[in-house]
T-cell receptor, first 115, second 114 residues
Framework: GAVVSQHPSRVICKSGTSVKIECRSL??????MFWYRQFPKQSLMLMAT?????????EQGVEKDKFLINHASLTLSTLTVTSAHPEDSSFYIC???????????FGPGTRLLVL | AQKVTQAQTEISVVEKEDVTLDCVYE???????LFWYKQPPSGELVFLIR??????QNEISGRYSWNFQKSTSSFNFTITASQVVDSAVYFC???????????FGKGTRLHILP
């Protein structure tokens, strides 16, 4: 086990709209979920860490009002990109880890294109 | 501060050759975890291995092997008899005990040529 899904896999939206990305752990309870952003040919950049039932912890330089994260249950976290702009276009990846475990299991990613 | 360095940005080898991907890390902690992930063209990161800092035994899994050397702060990854399907970006990563974050290296893009 340790399967993580993301939905949608790909989204194209107009500038100014908001986009919600879902991350689900399918066969385990994820006490902690992480959201990353990856630009082409670059490494993963951690955006925020979210624990179920509490506010997300954002990395320095990440706007929390721009990237809203909700971790409402042990199997679901959502990332909402509010008022998206073309510079928000990127590959967003979530990961989940089990209680007291260090290994993160990654979702398949969501490609966001803002026109 | 913690840091992961993958000096090889891109490697190309012919199929069936062996290839080693280098990883050097920095940490002030005595207890930490090291990882390797594979990212194929589809984009999904695939977990390959996790190593605890107190376990320096090398590991082999099929064509994959890992060499962990604390003395040189290295955690290298070798693919034996490479195949075209091994073409991907490989990330080495580090996590300290104090928090759940994983710090990734910049990745090594591996091309296996037929």
């Amino acid at each position: 086990g340790a399967v993580v899904s993301q939905h949608p896999s790909r989204v194209i939206c107009k500038s100014g709209t908001s986009v919600k990305i879902e991350c689900r752990s399918l066969d385990f309870q994820a006490t902690t979920m992480f959201w990353y952003r990856q630009f082409p040919k670059q490494s993963l950049m951690l955006m925020a860490t979210s624990n179920e039932g509490s506010k997300a912890t954002y990395e320095q330089g990440v706007e929390k009002d721009k990237f809203l994260i909700n971790h409402a249950s042990l199997t679901l976290s959502t990332l909402t990109v509010t008022s998206a702009h073309p510079e928000d276009s990127s590959f967003y990846i979530c990961s989940a880890s089990k209680l007291a475990r260090k290994t993160q299991y990654f979702g398949p990613g969501t490609r966001l294109l803002v026109l | 501060a913690q840091k992961v360095t993958q000096a090889q940005t891109e490697i190309s080898v012919v199929e069936k050759e062996d290839v080693t991907l280098d990883c050097v890390y920095e940490t002030r902690d005595t207890t930490y975890y090291l990882f390797w992930y594979k990212q194929p063209p589809s984009g999904e990161l695939v977990f390959l291995i996790r190593r605890n800092s107190f376990d320096e035994q090398n590991e082999i899994s099929g064509r994959y092997s890992w060499n962990f050397q604390k003395s040189t702060s290295s955690f290298n990854f070798t693919i034996t008899a490479s195949q075209v399907v091994d073409s991907a970006v490989y990330f080495c990563a580090l996590s300290e005990v104090r928090d759940d974050k994983i710090i990734f290296g910049k990745g090594t893009r591996l091309h296996i040529l037929p």
